[in-house]
């Protein structure tokens, strides 16, 4: 059978909007780099750091937009979307890719200002707003829904990773204006198993940014548990606290934690495969409001076992006792529990690794995930 024809797309425009560079370059660029295989010119609207050539590299341009992610204040949102909504105009914009939640309400507006009604909004979980379940939390999501939703137009196409987030806003997973990918995609060739280091002791490590919300003082408390019941466990901690997010660590706590047997901190790396290289173990404890981690799914390439917690995203990733184990959410007697399972079953850490290779190839691939955006892009571009 031939392979079907590709879309003669030259010419036409794609323009993503995205909060920080950092995070389109750590995340994004597969979908950057599909789009230029349809022929599509693409610029990325983002606050410009240290990101910029990264991303170019990818064949995209960028397009400078100053706008503090922290920032709830409406009249700043707004003068945000009208900056936004000229610079669209400019480009005479085809189609806009909003990449999460901020993205989308300032994104989703400014469309509407420049009459660009062909829209993608990929929501990358709801971060701490998806975390918390109190009445402040529900009420928030609730207003959510109905910003976003407000935001559609008969030609919007919704982007998420997993299947938990549509019914957040309201939307059948299973709806054909729905594109479920699996999360950022992994290049398996990049990232590929290496031997287990010697065990004991069991090492394990969270790669994360060091926020309340991604559970890092519960691994913290459950290594102290599992070495109370007699386990030979280590922590190591990689990744920087976010000044921009309200759930930011102080590092006056992580460095306090490190002080403590057995736990460091080692600050953010850029060599996630040497972290794996040295580590039996990945664990993110998160308490909710993930998409799909991008940290699992690494961990998983290079073979390791998982533990983590039943939130969406976590969980579409990991089955329990399969590729790792999971464990309720703000439970770190439970997540002890795992720790201590997987120290002394080395066996069994290793089948777990094993699977998790395997998992990952099954759809969760960068070339999985161009393949879908490619598959999305063709049809709005062409119908």
């Not at 064949?59 to 945000?80: C, D, F, H, Q």
């Not at 729905?178 to 995609?185: F, K, L, Q, R, Y």
């Not at 993110?284 to 998409?291: D, Q, V």
Request: hydrophobic share 45%; aromatic share 4%; net charge positive.
């Amino acid at each position: 059978m031939s392979a079907p024809t590709q879309p003669n797309l030259q010419g036409r425009k794609l323009i993503f909007v995205v909060t920080e560079d950092w995070f389109f370059a750590s995340h994004f660029l597969p979908m950057a780099r599909a789009a230029r295989e349809l022929g599509l010119d693409v610029a990325v609207v983002t606050r410009v750091r240290s990101h910029r050539e990264v991303i170019e590299a990818s064949g995209a341009r960028v397009i400078p937009l100053e706008a503090e992610r922290r920032s709830l204040n409406p009249m700043a949102a707004g003068y945000t979307a009208g900056q936004l909504a000229s610079i669209l105009k400019a480009e005479q914009a085809d189609l806009v890719h909003c990449i999460a939640l901020r993205s989308i309400l300032v994104g989703g507006f400014a469309a509407m200002l420049a009459g660009v009604r062909r829209r993608v909004y990929a929501l990358t979980g709801l971060g701490f707003l998806g975390a918390r379940t109190d009445r402040v939390g529900r009420l928030a999501q609730r207003a959510v829904r109905l910003l976003v939703r407000g935001l559609e137009t008969a030609q919007t196409r919704y982007l998420f990773e997993n299947t938990d987030d549509p019914k957040l806003l309201g939307l059948d997973p299973t709806g054909t204006r729905i594109i479920i990918v699996g999360g950022a995609g992994i290049d398996p060739v990049v990232l590929q198993p290496a031997p287990l280091p010697p065990q004991p002791p069991l090492r394990i490590a969270v790669v994360a940014r060091m926020l309340w919300s991604k559970g890092i003082d519960l691994a913290v408390e459950a290594t102290r548990l599992a070495q109370a019941r007699g386990a030979a466990v280590e922590l190591s901690l990689y990744g920087a606290p976010d000044p921009s997010n309200p759930k930011a660590i102080p590092e006056a706590t992580l460095n306090e934690w490190s002080r403590e047997p057995g736990i460091a901190w080692r600050g953010a790396t850029k060599d996630v495969a040497a972290v794996w290289r040295e580590h039996h173990v990945a664990c993110l404890p998160s308490r909710g409001g993930e998409g799909l981690p991008r940290t699992l799914l690494e961990a998983a390439a290079c073979g390791r076992a998982i533990v983590t917690t039943d939130v969406p995203g976590c969980r579409t990733l990991v089955r329990d006792g399969i590729e790792g184990k999971i464990v309720p959410p703000d439970d770190a007697v439970r997540l002890a529990d795992a720790f201590v399972l997987l120290a002394r079953q080395p066996d069994l850490t290793a089948r777990m690794g094993e699977a998790a290779r395997v998992r990952v190839l099954d759809g969760f691939t960068e070339r999985n995930v161009m393949d879908a955006v490619k598959r999305l892009y063709g049809d709005m571009l062409t119908s």
